[in-house]
Structure formats: structure tokens, C-alpha cells
């Protein structure tokens, strides 16, 4: 009998584990959302951010790979955290997934955008504000995006 309450236990610790959220320690570990889906997430406020992965020395954003810590760290604390807003991400490279996207010849426009062919990226790192349906706030710099970022953490 003590044997098969163990084993019960046993099994019902290792459901609780699995139920538990991944560790964001990669891209891949985050929630990924198509260009023309950052206006149907669940939630009133959310973040989107939008990076470019390291792939080669030609193909890559320095700036994405100095903050990616910070994301996957705000990621983190978003999963364990209910009262902080998700991140949802999008990869700028992956032109399969995210077409329709516009690429601005000039600068990143995306305030008071409600829907996402009023979005146009020419630069990433870029962080967007969605609140109630509306693009709110934007960054699209490394140092602003991780001051945000952080900022968030520590309310």
C-alpha cells in the first residue's frame, strides 16, 4: 500500500513538473507570431519585438545579440509574473512566415498603428507597445528597448 501511495505521489510530482513553463534560453523558447498576427493575441497589452537572429558574420544584428539576454530574461519574468505584459516575437528574416511585411526605406513607423500593414521596419531591434489593439509605444533602439525591458522588471 506505502508503495503505491509513493508511486502516486511520484507520478503526480512529475505532472506538476511538466506543467511547469521552459526556461526562455533561446529564440526558439519564446512565443513566435506571424507579421500579420500582432494584432490578434488574446491579451489587452502585450509586447512585440522584432530581431533578427544571429546567422552569420554578413547576416546578423549586433545590436539584437547585445540585448537578447534582456529579452529572454523580461520573457522569463513575464511567464512567472500574471500582472507583467507577454512578449511575443518575430523574426525579421523569415520572409516565408512574415509576408506582407513592409520594409520602410525610411524610419520605423508604427505608433497609433492598428493594424499591421501600417506597420513599416527598416531597423531592428525594434519593441512595440500594444494596448487595447493599438500600437502605443515604440522603441527601436538597444538601449531604450533594454531600459524598458528592465524598467518593467523592477515595478
Excluded at 112 to 125: D, G, L, M, Q, S
Aim: glycine residues 4%.
Amino acid at each position: 500500500m506505502r508503495k503505491t501511495i509513493y508511486i502516486l505521489m511520484t507520478v503526480v510530482f512529475c505532472l506538476m513538473l511538466a506543467g511547469c513553463s521552459k526556461q526562455v534560453n533561446e529564440y526558439g523558447d519564446m512565443t513566435i507570431i506571424k507579421y500579420s498576427e500582432i494584432f490578434e493575441q488574446d491579451e489587452l497589452e502585450y509586447y512585440v519585438y522584432i530581431y533578427r537572429p544571429y546567422v552569420n558574420n554578413d547576416n546578423n544584428c549586433p545590436y539584437c545579440e547585445a540585448i537578447k539576454s534582456e529579452v529572454f530574461a523580461y520573457a522569463n519574468y513575464a511567464r512567472k509574473h500574471k500582472q507583467a505584459r507577454p512578449i511575443y516575437i518575430i523574426n525579421y528574416n523569415d520572409k516565408t512566415t512574415n509576408a506582407g511585411m513592409y520594409i520602410s526605406t525610411g524610419e520605423n513607423q508604427s505608433l497609433n498603428a492598428t493594424t499591421y500593414t501600417e506597420i513599416k521596419i527598416r531597423t531592428v531591434p525594434y519593441l512595440m507597445l500594444i494596448q487595447r489593439g493599438k500600437v502605443t509605444k515604440a522603441w527601436d533602439e538597444a538601449t531604450p528597448i533594454k531600459e524598458e525591458l528592465n524598467q518593467q522588471k523592477a515595478k
